[in-house]
């Protein structure tokens, strides 16, 4: 735990040498949720309810994917690479370091555009949705599962360049398949859709379960959601150390500051 | 006439090299199967939920569909122009093309409309193919596809301009992102890209009219969607003058940012 926070504040550090930059894309990206959000509000100006949502119910879906989303490519931005290092056979330098290597590929950047996702979602809720304590603790609680479940995929989809040689259009294409799914209410699918969203692509458990605690907690869904985590998380671990084995070096001859 | 056939022949090559990937491209734009699929169920939960079948804000579900094929088209079909002029300004390039016989602008205009007709291209047919399979057909006639291709390049040329705007303010700041995603999203919100702004609330209906985003995705995409010759004619002269505005605009900008240029070694 020492070396992940070491590694994170080193990363900020670094990221935050270039003051304007790094201020413009966090603002940025930002504004950008702000206009999704903005869709969203002229949606339900016009039709008040979705499903049994409410534009409140939308607002706290933003905040929590926004959230995850900034943990987990915010802080842990390399996973968003991870099929392009694997196909140019970028591990080489990873693998003569002493910690282990997901994790050390994991917390190889941090990138302050969705640094702005992860200060969005808690400004979002903290000014237009009434909250207490209890259901911060929950906002919280399922962002950050929901950051292990975008993770646990988005390494699982990059390890596919393993098996699969040069895939990083199938991997970003899952990936986004997976981001899209997670914008949108889960509630508007049905039959198989929504098996599809709790297990291949599991949309689900970033965007439906973390807004249900919050919305009205049941301790079956918080249950659910930590088995989730764990479960795809441990799916991940086993698929990237499954094809790291396979992994042959890029005999890259290049200098890495 | 002579900078119209450089700038053509840009474009035609573009197009044949981009031609070469086009399999690479059609699988790029796979994605829009999926977009279009939530789409369909947000949209379809939404008109069940009004009452059934009937229109909403002059859209029937169908055209609604259809007409998020349009907008996706319009939108996924440009290539990140900011970003290509943003890099060339920073790395200095910009410099190379200032002692070649073709304008700066006009280069990078030939090139994405080059890749963008073709991408369109492969976009309405996935996209077609998508909305027919998911909720069938809508009306169109062929006699409508020649002023729908000029309406396309119109459209693209708008929004070229404008993501030019934002990649030239790269001559006076270090990072163009804050400003790209302010202009481009607010294009996007109130172009009509996500839906058509029929369903705005009245006041920001009143508002759009007199922006220029709607004539960069919206009122495009409805006339893809319900064809007459009158609405065409009248989108016509209002996207020209629209684009002479952008042009002049950008002209201006890339006059006064190429003034303050300093390029170092090479």
């Given at each position: 735990m020492r070396y992940i926070l070491a590694a994170l504040r080193t990363n900020l550090l670094s990221a935050f040498e270039y003051r304007t930059s790094f201020l413009t894309q966090v603002f940025g990206m930002m504004i950008n949720d702000s206009l999704w959000v903005s869709f969203w509000v002229l949606y339900f100006e016009r039709f008040p309810v979705l499903n049994g949502w409410t534009r409140d119910d939308l607002l706290v879906l933003w905040a929590i994917i926004t959230f995850s989303f900034g943990i987990a490519f915010g802080l842990f931005a390399q996973a968003l690479r991870l099929s392009e290092l694997i196909t140019q056979g970028q591990l080489d330098y990873y693998l003569a370091?002493?910690?282990n290597v997901l994790l050390q590929i994991l917390l190889g950047q941090v990138r302050p555009s969705n640094l702005g996702d992860l200060f969005f979602g808690p400004i979002l809720l903290a000014i237009f949705v009434p909250m207490t304590w209890a259901k911060w603790g929950l906002f919280l609680l399922g962002g950050t599962l929901g950051a292990v479940v975008y993770l646990a995929f988005f390494v699982m989809a990059g390890s596919l360049a393993f098996f699969l040689g040069s895939s990083e259009g199938i991997a970003s294409g899952i990936g986004n398949a997976l981001i899209h799914f997670s914008t949108?209410?889960?509630?508007i699918f049905d039959g198989w859709t929504r098996v599809l969203l709790f297990?291949?692509?599991?949309?689900g458990f970033i965007a439906e379960i973390p807004v249900d605690l919050v919305r009205s907690f049941e301790f079956r869904d918080l249950a659910l959601l930590i088995v989730a985590a764990i479960g795809f998380s441990g799916l991940a671990v086993a698929v990237f150390n499954r094809g790291l084995a396979r992994y042959e070096s890029g005999n890259l001859m290049s200098l890495r500051s | 006439m002579t900078e119209a056939i450089k700038l053509f022949e840009v474009a035609r090559i573009t197009l044949r090299s981009r031609w070469r990937y086009l399999w690479d491209m059609v699988g790029s734009t796979l994605f829009l199967g999926v977009v279009l699929f939530v789409f369909v169920r947000l949209w379809t939960v939404t008109y069940a939920a009004s009452g059934g079948t009937g229109a909403i804000a002059g859209f029937t579900l169908r055209q609604m569909i259809w007409y998020l094929v349009a907008t996706e088209t319009i939108i996924m079909s440009m290539i990140p122009i900011h970003r290509s002029i943003e890099r060339e300004i920073k790395d200095g390039d910009v410099a190379i093309r200032?002692?070649?016989?073709?304008s700066f602008l006009g280069y990078h205009w030939s090139v994405f409309i080059g890749e963008g007709v073709l991408k369109a291209l492969i976009l309405v047919l996935v996209g077609g193919v998508v909305a027919f399979l998911m909720v069938g057909p809508i009306e169109f006639s062929v006699l409508s596809v020649l002023p729908l291709l000029l309406t396309f390049v119109l459209t693209a040329t708008a929004n070229f301009f404008f993501g030019a705007l934002i990649g030239l303010l790269a001559f006076w700041t270090e990072d163009i992102t804050g400003f790209y995603f302010i202009f481009d999203r607010l294009k996007w919100l109130l172009g009509g890209f996500?839906?058509?702004?029929?369903?705005?609330?009245e006041w920001l209906q009143q508002v759009v009219v007199w922006l220029p985003f709607p004539l960069m995705i919206y009122r495009p995409a409805e006339l893809a969607v319900s064809f007459e010759f009158s609405k065409w004619l009248e989108l016509t002269w209002k996207q020209l003058l629209l684009v002479a505005a952008l042009w002049l605009v950008a002209q201006m900008l890339y006059r006064s940012g190429v003034r303050r240029l300093d390029v170092n070694g090479g």
């Open positions: 370091l002493p910690k949108y209410p889960t509630r297990t291949l692509i599991p949309a | 200032l002692n070649k016989p073709l996500l839906m058509p702004i029929t369903l705005f609330p």
